[in-house]
């Protein structure tokens, strides 16, 4: 990685307000210089998509707006009078106050002032999530973890066989984060398990996270991020963990998932094999109509592939195009810059899914230098399909390449419900690259009608 970054794909640790909100009934508050926490949502809402702001998101989320005179004098007691005054107007289930650098300087403590309240008997924690203690997929697990100590503390577990706690994609980091955590409920509800699934619409907010400790185990869905909170639940509660570093993308990859949820689960291989059976049936189904399709306009047909996203959807729409639908990948760049000990993990992952093409991951935050290695891999070549953000349109543009939206910044493209995890997600993309060759122009209805006359 270079030593001046251009265009990073993530925000800094207090892009975890976003965490925060994904929680239903999560409100947080900010202790932040003016526009710290307006930018993060132009970020990871508006060029996420559009998503929306939410409840007491956007314009909504408290924050102290730290001046001067903080910085010289300190702003705790600001900060309380925000935290007072915050619960007063808005209606939530829990606070999380989070730190900005300018707090992180001066060393205002956010967790005692949580704790003041706290012991008030409100449902508070705080997080220092100073921006330069790294970016925010660090955010989001210092975040899961102090909610975890903070706000859950030492609860005694009642062990229920079949919950199971999910950890997996970053929310608005992650522009599908909603319909991937939805996909991911809903087979693993077929398999017969109890989803605590923490974040978006389809959880019970506040209440699931109070059922943490009860849980049979833990999965963490994830090249790496996470994996400190599995371990912290291992530590506190003596839950175990699956650790399955693959986002599951299509029939093959999502039937190994579920065999190996199954299996460690305990749920009989009989149900898990028909619940395997009935979705792949419906799956197959659909890809094989596509086959007149793919025989006739082969030809146009793009069958070179770039991802430049996180590593979890950059591996795992891979693993679904090359293992599948026989894509070569050229390069695929896995943008989250993380520890040393996360790029390994990143690399294992990219090992178990695409074993045939090791060298063509590449674990760089640098947007400059990807483009320009894609430049020179890319050539002449208009037979390529670019999975990233906005910022990639004008490279697909150069020789007519098509561009599939897997990151961000997304600021031309509305997103409400779309998913590429499972076997949903799986026929989502393949109608996103398939239906691409005709917004590239190269097919017309004039192409059409001279196949159909040579039938």
Known sequence: MSAIIEQPRYTCALGSQQTVLAIPKG???????????????QYENLDAGFQGEGYAGGGAVSC???????????????LKALVRNTFKIIKGDLFV???GCTAGIVGDDVKQVASQFAS????????????????????????????????????VPRRR????????????????WRADLEEIKRLLAKLGLEVNILFGDGSNGVSEWEDIPNAQFNLILSPWVCLSTAKLLKEKYGTPYLHYPILP???????????????????????????????????????????????DLRNNIPYELYAVADSAYAIG?????????????????ATENPSPSGEQRIRKAWSLAVSDYPDALSVEADGGMIQADIRAKIGESNRAVILGSTWESRLAAEHNN?????SLPIADDVIVNRSFTGYNGGLRLMEEIYSGIFRKGNISQTTQTAKASQI
Do not use: M, W
């Open 120 to 155: 008030q008997g409100k449902p508070i924690v705080g997080v220092d999530t100073s921006g330069f203690r790294g970016n925010n997929y660090y955010g989001h697990e210092l975040v899961v973890n102090e909610i975890i100590n903070q706000f859950i503390g030492d609860a």
């Open 161 to 176: 066989e079949r919950l199971v706690n999910v950890f997996s994609v970053v929310p608005n980091q992650d522009p599908f």
């Open 97 to 99: 106050i989070l730190s």
């Open 249 to 295: 993308v299509g029939a093959k990859a999502t039937g190994a998932f579920l065999r190996t949820v199954a299996e460690f689960a305990g749920v009989p291989k009989e149900h898990a094999e028909a619940v395997i059976k009935e979705e792949e049936k419906r799956f197959y189904h659909y890809l094989v109509s596509l086959g007149d399709f793919i025989a």
């Open 402 to 406: 098509l561009l599939i939206h897997l």
């Open 64 to 78: 102290t707006n730290t001046s001067e005179q903080e910085v010289v004098f300190g702003g705790e007691e600001k």
């Open 27 to 41: 409100i947080p508050i900010v202790h932040a210089g003016p526009g710290c926490s307006s930018k993060i949502f």
């Open 317 to 333: 729409t891979s693993d679904f195009l090359v293992n599948e639908l026989g894509f070569i990948p050229r390069g695929i760049y």
